[in-house]
């Protein structure tokens, strides 16, 4: 009884969540080398070819509690294009959702010779999304009309849209996730059509031995207006055997929720604060990050996990084809 009524908190808490991101979360795996699974228009980014795989669980004593896992991979193909494609699993209580995307991306090299990272890449993904919800489980004295007692699923397709911009040491990317705007017809309740997200973010890398990465990413849902900001730092020192790095990520919503407390109202925003490491070691990467979330009304005490593991290969040069310090296009 406790892990269903656990599981109907979660669907309840969380509903309003996934329906402003039905698709993949944006959670911190970005931080990891990972832009692709954000930003269409990286697909391609480097010469060669990246694998990553991520897997995030929250709350690991909370039964149904949220995880993600992600498989992408994206190339270069020829001097111009890039293709990727990304699986992914995401499970909430007794709501989750599959699927699968494909990318294609354009680079314009700007000026410069092939050595001079002053790019210009458009990118456009597409993709088909199952989501289910399984009732099997709902149990209820009373029967309820909107409780059908069994796994329902619906599918969808949608498109994503990125660009980004890369001089040197310096990125710019933007998207439009769920372009398309329609989405799953699951419940039995209305459901709002409108699933798009805006995507924006910012950053430089300063030094040379050792460097650090200040970056910023925007998001808000087109629907409801939410709007969240990360503020991230990351330093690198190249070592004997590879890189390591290490950073920080703080988010918060610019919105807030009212809550009632011992007779008092008040108002809390999201707060995430996320410590991340890494290594790199000859083709192989790997980073893990924890996210603690503040504030006086949380679900649990407990933080989210999440690993990434990463391998690129096809690179000539040891990997470093652009004369800049540029982890995503110099893998």
Not at 48 to 62: D, I, P, S, Y
Request: charged fraction near 20%; hydrophobic fraction near 35%.
């Amino acid at each position: 009884m406790r892990r269903i009524l656990t599981s109907i908190i979660l669907t309840m808490f969380f509903g309003s969540v996934a329906k402003a991101q039905e698709g993949i979360p944006v959670y911190f795996d970005y931080l990891a080398d990972n832009y692709y699974l954000v930003y269409p228009s990286m697909a391609g980014i480097a010469e060669g070819t990246k694998v990553r795989l991520t897997a995030r669980k929250q709350w690991f004593n909370v039964d149904e509690a949220p995880s993600l896992q992600t498989l992408n991979i994206n190339s270069r193909v020829g001097e111009r294009s890039g293709i990727g494609g990304i699986l992914f699993n995401d499970s909430n209580g007794y709501h989750s959702q599959t699927g699968f995307k494909a990318t294609y991306a354009h680079h314009l090299q700007l000026g410069g010779d092939f050595r001079t990272l002053n790019q210009l890449s458009l990118g456009l993904s597409a993709g088909i999304i199952l989501s289910s919800l399984d009732e099997t489980e709902f149990r209820s004295v009373n029967p309820d009309p909107v409780v059908t007692g069994v796994k329902n699923t619906a599918s969808y397709f949608n498109v994503d849209l990125g660009v980004s911009y890369n001089l040197f040491e310096f990125y710019a990317h933007a998207a439009i996730l769920n372009v398309l705007g329609s989405g799953r017809d699951l419940y039995s309740a209305a459901e709002f059509d409108n699933l798009r997200r805006y995507l924006f973010s910012v950053g430089y890398v300063f030094g040379r031995n050792t460097r650090i990465e200040p970056s910023i990413l925007f998001q808000m849902t087109d629907f409801t207006k939410e709007k969240t900001v990360d503020l991230n730092a990351k330093v690198y020192r190249d070592v004997s055997f590879g890189t390591v790095w290490a950073g920080l990520s703080y988010r918060r919503s610019f919105d807030g929720a009212q809550f009632q407390s011992n007779g008092n109202f008040g108002e809390q925003r999201l707060q995430l604060f996320t410590p991340i490491i890494g290594v790199n070691v000859n083709r192989f990467m790997f980073s893990y990050n924890y996210s603690y979330q503040s504030g006086d009304i949380r679900f649990d005490n407990g933080g989210f996990h999440q690993i990434t593991l990463g391998y690129d290969f096809g690179q000539s040069d040891q990997g470093n084809r652009y004369d800049c310090y540029c982890p995503a296009a110099n893998n």
